[in-house]
């Protein structure tokens, strides 16, 4: 079955700095990947959608990658700020729609 | 605000109850999911309504069961309910149903099985 993997334990960058999260998938061949945010008590908002023939995407400081030999995809937040803590959930898709995985909590420390 | 309104936001109940939760989706979206949200499981799709029929359907047990009506609100109905359903239930729409479209979520409605 397919399977998505994001770091399960929090991810502490100091403010400034660039903040990278993981997603892995296996069993799985998406034809596109999103990135939601969500933040506590809250529903998940989008980010970016890259497909699979885009190698990276670009948003303000929020930059994407797609690997789909590595089946994995990076996503980066430049010049981190606290307002950035919130947990950050990977979506590989297909026909079928969007798989969620279980998110990346970060936190922004100043 | 993302324009997806659910209600109610907190729900309360005992086991072998019946509850049902509403949402109504953007304005000019045509598409609604429903989610259900745990912390060991992550976001777990349920089903998806377009247009008023059902397009897709991920992981909803049989004891529930959602409709989308003409007006385009949706609703999802849990029945003979467990401990187990405690989650967070979201709800989410799109323009269109291609798969590829960015949802836009629910605040959620909180369901604590007592």
């Known amino acids: 079955s397919q399977k998505i993997e994001q770091n399960s334990e929090a991810l502490n960058i100091q403010e400034g700095k660039t903040a990278t999260l993981t997603c892995n998938y296996t069993?799985?061949?998406?034809?596109?990947l999103q990135w939601y945010r969500q933040d506590p008590g809250r529903g998940p908002v989008f980010l970016l959608l890259i497909r699979e023939n885009e190698k990276e995407k670009r948003k303000e400081r929020l930059k994407v990658t797609f690997d789909t030999t590595l089946k994995q995809s990076l996503f980066h937040i430049t010049a981190s700020q606290p307002a950035d803590s919130a947990t950050y959930l990977c979506a590989p898709g297909g026909a079928d729609g969007l798989t969620f995985g279980k998110g990346t909590h970060l936190i922004i420390q100043p | 605000d993302s324009g997806v309104t659910q209600t109610p936001k907190h729900l309360i109940t005992a086991t072998g109850q019946r509850v049902t939760l509403r949402c109504s989706p953007r304005?000019?979206?045509?598409?609604v999911y429903w989610y259900q949200q745990s912390l060991d499981q992550g976001l777990q799709f349920l089903i998806q309504?377009?247009?008023?029929?059902?397009?897709a359907k991920g992981n909803i047990l049989e004891r529930f069961s959602a409709q989308q009506f003409p007006d385009l609100h949706s609703e999802l109905n849990l029945s003979s309910l467990e401990l187990g359903d405690s989650a967070l239930y979201f709800c989410?729409?799109?323009?269109?149903?291609?798969?590829?479209?960015?949802?836009?979520f629910g605040s959620g409605t909180q369901l604590s099985v007592l």
């Open positions: 309504y377009y247009n008023g029929e059902e397009r």
């Open positions: 069993n799985y061949s998406p034809a596109y």
């Open positions: 304005s000019g979206d045509l598409s």
């Open positions: 989410a729409s799109s323009v269109g149903q291609n798969p590829r479209e960015k949802l836009f």
